[in-house]
């Protein structure tokens, strides 16, 4: 009875979304403006719809989110598209901003201190090992199908490329997920915890692959010899502006009680606007600042609450709209080589997992269930795959293409893959490392959302 309602609503909703867009066009009367405040309502109601029945099927809301805007945008109905969602991109960046101030929230040092050299093992064997897997089949595939062109240099470059993508992850699915399964315990600080780590250390790496790839191709001054630079830059001005933000949101919270939650939207739409203009990441700087408030004040369970009350909303926003950027077109022109890439890809980072968490000492069952909260892949990958487009016009496109299907594919199965390993890890539900989730009377389903 529950899906038959679901379902006439979420075909409701479509209908009459596509019937006011349709007047609009027809009486000329569908601005800009218009367009996008009709996207942006029509993505909360259907996503949110979605949600619910990816959450009756027993996968995470955030797969029914990203469903609803590939099912929703260019790729699919076209009720959004691509111009609509462009002046959304600051409603996108303050739903990463208070995710990423999430993430950061929950990097308490004294709960990862114990893991650290683990962690720093994870990333270890988990970069090698997923670098190593991808670029020796893509290397082979790139080059006997010629798919970027006869050169065995442009091949080696696209595998290499390809190798140092592939190992980036996905922060926000993976906070998105343990949220809403209130997940806590070692899987999840292993998650958690080398998830950041990698998304900083990927960014420099990148930098210095491009860098060279570049010097190689004789790609020019675009991006030889800058890249790296560039990114270095970034990442320390990112960090800085993370410690000041940090430290203002401290001087608040020490301060009042009250206004909590308006104050962090706030905080987090400054912090968005800055790093527009100012070219610092938007992830990087809210991580920092959450890390800072968490660990050198009292606020972090204020941080954390404030966030909470409107997690529901931020997800639904964030995920949607990731949804609806995702290149289905790409999927369906490259779908063999993108499924063995993904393939490929979760063989690296599973055995690079476990052989991380097993030099440190750490039990077998963890790298069992670890490794599946690193498949979701977007957010820099996404970055890092219109850089190649735009910066090696001759192959490039193809190659980004391919990467774009790869994400695909990633973003979708990543974080059913990850609820299921918390599930069967038994931290699904949890309050705290050691204590059952008991669910409040009343209450229907035990996520947040």
Avoid at 85 to 114: H, Y
Avoid at 296 to 310: A, C, D, M, N, V
Avoid at 431 to 448: A, F, H, L, N, V
Wanted: hydrophobic letters at 55%; aromatic letters at 8%; charged letters at 10%.
């Amino acid at each position: 009875m529950r899906a038959a309602k679901l379902g006439l609503v979420i075909v409701t909703i479509t209908a009459l979304a596509a019937l006011v867009r349709n007047l609009g066009a027809e009486s000329g009367t569908g601005g800009a403006v218009a367009k996008s405040t009709l996207a942006l309502g029509f993505l909360l109601l259907f996503a949110f719809a979605l949600g619910q029945v990816a959450y009756m099927a027993r996968a995470p809301k955030i797969t029914g989110f990203l469903l609803a805007g590939i099912i929703a945008g260019p790729f699919g109905l076209g009720i959004v598209t691509n111009e609509d969602s462009a002046p959304l991109q600051l409603v996108n960046g303050l739903a990463l901003s208070l995710i990423a101030f999430t993430a950061g929230g929950e990097l308490k040092i004294s709960r990862f201190k114990p893991r650290i050299y683990a962690l720093g093992q994870v990333v270890l064997f988990q970069t090698a090992y997923t670098f190593a897997a991808v670029f020796v089949v893509m290397f082979s595939w790139l080059y006997f199908t010629e798919l970027l062109g006869q050169s065995a240099m442009v091949a080696f470059c696209g595998a290499a490329l390809l190798g140092i993508i592939s190992t980036a992850n996905s922060p926000a699915t993976a906070i998105a997920v343990i949220t809403e399964t209130k997940s806590r315990g070692p899987v999840s600080d292993v998650i958690l915890g080398a998830t950041v780590i990698k998304d900083v250390t990927v960014v420099a790496i990148f930098g210095v692959a491009a860098s060279v790839t570049a010097t190689i191709m004789g790609a020019g001054e675009g991006i030889g010899g800058h890249l790296a630079t560039d990114m270095v830059t970034e990442i320390g001005l990112s960090v800085a502006l993370g410690l000041f933000a940090g430290a203002v949101m401290i001087a608040y919270l020490n301060t009042t009680e009250e206004n909590v939650a308006l104050f962090i939207v706030g905080a987090a739409l400054v912090v968005v606007e800055l790093c527009y203009a100012i070219g610092a990441d938007i992830l990087l700087v809210s991580i920092t600042a959450g890390f800072i408030v968490e660990n050198y004040s009292s606020g972090g369970e204020k941080l954390i609450r404030g966030i909470e009350t409107s997690s529901a909303t931020i997800y639904v926003i964030f995920f949607s709209l990731a949804g609806q950027g995702l290149d289905i077109d790409a999927l369906a022109t490259l779908w063999p080589l993108a499924a063995a890439l993904v393939i490929v890809r979760a063989a690296g980072v599973r055995y690079g997992t476990m052989a991380g968490l097993s030099k440190a000492g750490e039990p077998k069952e963890i790298g069992k269930n670890a490794w599946a909260g690193f498949i979701g892949q977007a957010g820099v990958s996404i970055g890092f795959a219109v850089l190649i487009s735009s910066q090696f016009p001759s192959w490039g496109p193809k190659l980004a293409a391919l990467i774009m299907a790869g994400i695909v594919i990633n973003q979708i199965v990543g974080p059913v893959l990850m609820k299921r390993s918390l599930v069967r890890a038994g931290e699904a539900g949890r309050t705290s490392p050691g204590k059952p989730y008991t669910k409040p009377e009343g209450q229907s389903s035990p996520d947040g959302l």
